[in-house]
T-cell receptor, first 116, second 117 residues
Framework: AQTVTQSQPEMSVQEAETVTLSCTYDTSENNYYLFWYKQPPSRQMILVIRQEAYKQQNATENRFSVNFQKAAKSFSLKISDSQLGDTAMYFCAFMKLTDSWGKLQFGAGTQVVVTP | DVKVTQSSRYLVKRTGEKVFLECVQDMDHENMFWYRQDPGLGLRLIYFSYDVKMKEKGDIPEGYSVSREKKERFSLILESASTNQTSMYLC????????????????FGPGTRLTVL
């Protein structure tokens, strides 16, 4: 079974600053996907960024980027130029490629608070 | 845009009541999922379905059942609600993984916060 660990329950960052959220996972799989999902106060969970394990290049989506270290089983999310709208719970999630139904295993989440 | 809707944002029920949580998606997705979200535990999969009338247990199915009579609708049923089922319930849907068209992305509803008294 896979486990996903987010060791930071809450992080605070000022507007325009950078914050990095950590995520580690434990798996014996070689092929998998990793995701960061965002859940703002409205509760509508949305996908922020995804990374295929077979790709060495780190994924980026505008101000969001990841640092994927496959050997270390680490998948951190960096939010640059933080905005008030980035205030949300962020979940790291894992998906096996051998899983035909695309089930996700989630971490406990990190609450990010962006302050003016 | 994909839209996943859930029948209630907030729900209050009494212990022993039968509770139905409804989820509807409008993008013809094959897969549908029910999660439970609790502080410090993240999201945990209760049940999922990959086709009409097909269902599979997730990590925490005890005390729950599901129904999928139509492709767009996936219901979570608490046969006899208990106080330890007080939680946030999230529904999600996704394409059949093998389509390769971002079938890995799950689209979520807004959640139902259920309180069992």
């Amino acid at each position: 079974a896979q486990t996903v660990t987010q060791s930071q329950p809450e992080m605070s960052v000022q507007e325009a600053e950078t914050v990095t959220l950590s995520c580690t996972y434990d798996t014996s799989e070689n092929n998998y996907y990793l995701f960061w999902y965002k859940q703002p106060p409205s509760r509508q969970m949305i996908l922020v960024i995804r990374q295929e394990a077979y790709k060495q290049q780190n994924a980026t989506e505008n101000r969001f980027s990841v640092n994927f270290q496959k050997a270390a089983k680490s998948f951190s999310l960096k939010i640059s130029d933080s905005q008030l709208g980035d205030t949300a719970m962020y979940f790291c999630a894992f998906m096996k490629l051998t899983d035909s139904w695309g089930k996700l295993q989630f971490g406990a989440g990190t609450q990010v608070v962006v302050t003016p | 845009d994909v839209k996943v809707t859930q029948s209630s944002r907030y729900l209050v029920k009494r212990t022993g009541e039968k509770v139905f949580l409804e989820c509807v998606q409008d993008m013809d997705h094959e897969n549908m999922f029910w999660y439970r979200q609790d502080p410090g535990l993240g999201l945990r999969l209760i049940y999922f379905s990959y086709d009409v009338k097909m269902k599979e247990k997730g990590d925490i199915p005890e005390g729950y059942s599901v129904s999928r009579e139509k492709k767009e609708r996936f219901s979570l049923i608490l046969e006899s609600a208990s106080t330890n089922q007080t939680s946030m319930y999230l529904c999600a849907s996704s394409l059949w993984f093998r389509t390769g068209e971002r079938g890995d992305e799950q689209f979520f509803g807004p959640g139902t916060r259920l309180t069992v008294l």
